[in-house]
């Protein structure tokens, strides 16, 4: 016998078990999203290479060291999908969206790929739900992200919600910040972990992300960026906490949020669960104001989010689990009934029931244990006086006629209305 395979690492199937609950998830994000005029978009699977080099941004982690990246027969450089902005932005230019009304707001139910160490919440190829809106730098269009966000994530009951707000101003802004940083950080040079310091002169900030205790030691007394944001930004900051307060969404300002790729500005945030463990981030988003000009477009504001499916689904309570409806199962006594009991059924269908048939050459006993495995409501059996319906509910049985028109009436008149 061959060795039996298995999914990769990392990878796990969708059970039919699993889509109840998933579809509650997909179905409130759907609804929320688009009520509030998100339109749905799905990009490839796998992208230039070089968008997320630029995108993203070849200092961070997602670039360095967890894509799936291969070249295709004609020796281009390809990778699967690590995360959605960038493909968005990509075809927002690639489809002259700038020429639309602004911002464009769309949202994803999409899978991606990083090849990162699998763990309880952590997948090599995972799912999220994700909106972005392009072409206003107004701060209404980052409280309404946020907004929408907790309301998704309230909705579908994710337990012990925490959301932490910050900024990290605006590219020019930051420089000077960097600069004081850096400083900082050169200080305490011998503190620092060996990959922080190998990142001063590139991306200082992600010193904040560190769990190296030392590390951690040091940026205690780092300056903040919060501190020391331009009036612009400051402002910016201030209006999109002034409408979150209004609309009374619960946050924390944390000065030291840093998100793992390079193309945020402003406004950044992140939700995490108390019931997940160490990988407790359900969502985060944040403003990439200079993405689509790095991507060869205009400057063109914009700012979004994603959610993890698999991270709300470990985080959620109570997630109803609706059993399958069967209105009727077509069940033969005759051994030369299999046509009329195809028929019969394929007309059930087309007038809008649920049927199902008997698939698998069971004697009658056997096809009306099937019908109760399924939970039919009715069973309509054709026999040689005709077809009689069996109500599962009440064991009674009754001959109903001799065509399928005869078994709608009868269901119909058990059902008035
Ligand atoms: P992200 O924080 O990398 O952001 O991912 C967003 C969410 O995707 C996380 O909070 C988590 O729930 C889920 N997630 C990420 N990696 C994994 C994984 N390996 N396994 C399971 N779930 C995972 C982004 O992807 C940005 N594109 C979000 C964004 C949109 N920013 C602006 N617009």
Not at 53 to 67: F, H, L, P, W, Y
Not at 208 to 216: K, L, N
Not at 359 to 371: D, I, T, Y
């Amino acid at each position: 016998m061959s060795e039996r395979l298995q999914a990769p690492r990392g990878t796990s199937d969708v059970l039919p078990a699993d889509w109840p609950a998933r579809r509650v998830v997909e179905e409130t994000a759907r609804r929320i999203l688009e009520a509030a005029g998100y339109r749905r978009i799905e990009t490839p699977v796998f992208e230039a290479t070089e968008l997320f080099a630029r995108g993203v941004g070849e200092s961070t982690d997602i670039v360095q060291k967890e894509m799936y990246t291969f070249e295709d027969m004609g020796g281009r450089s390809v990778t699967l999908r690590p995360e959605g902005t960038a493909p968005v932005c990509r075809a927002y230019l690639e489809h002259g969206m700038q020429t639309l009304a602004q911002p464009v707001k769309l949202w994803y139910l999409s899978s991606f790929f990083r090849q990162e160490k699998p763990q309880a919440g952590r997948y090599r190829q995972f799912w999220q739900i994700g909106a972005e809106a392009i072409g206003s730098d107004d701060p209404a269009v980052d409280a309404e992200l946020v907004l929408l966000l907790h309301t998704i994530l309230a909705e579908v009951g994710v337990r012990g919600v925490r959301l932490r707000l910050g900024s990290l101003g605006s590219p020019e802004g930051r420089l000077v910040y960097r600069g004081l940083l850096q400083d900082h950080l050169r200080a305490h040079e011998a503190e620092l972990s060996g990959e922080v310091r190998a990142r001063i002169d590139l991306n200082p900030l992600r010193a904040f992300d560190s769990d190296h205790p030392g590390t951690q030691r040091v940026m205690q007394s780092a300056p903040r960026l919060l501190d020391h944001l331009s009036p612009d930004d400051a402002e910016h900051f201030a209006a999109v906490r002034a409408m979150l307060d209004a609309a009374g969404v619960p946050y924390e300002v944390d000065p030291s949020l840093v998100r793992g790729m390079d193309y945020y500005t402003r406004t950044v945030f992140e939700t995490t669960s108390d019931a997940l463990g160490a990988q407790s981030g359900v969502g985060g988003g944040g403003r990439y104001d200079g993405l689509i000009e790095m991507l060869g477009g205009p400057p063109t504001p914009g700012n979004g989010w994603a959610a993890g499916i698999e991270r709300i689904l470990l985080a959620a309570e109570g997630l109803p689990a609706p059993v399958p409806v069967v209105d009727l199962f077509v069940a033969s006594a005759k051994d030369d009934g299999r046509e009329g009991a195809f028929a019969l059924a394929t007309e059930a269908r087309r007038a809008g029931l649920a049927v199902q048939q008997e698939l698998a050459g069971r004697s009658l006993k056997g096809q009306l244990k099937q019908a109760d495995r399924l939970g039919a409501r009715y069973v309509a059996i054709l026999g040689d006086e005709g077809i009689s319906l069996k109500d599962m509910e009440s064991g009674e049985q009754e001959v109903v006629g001799s065509s399928s028109a005869a078994v709608a009436r009868a269901l119909k008149g058990r059902h008035p209305g």
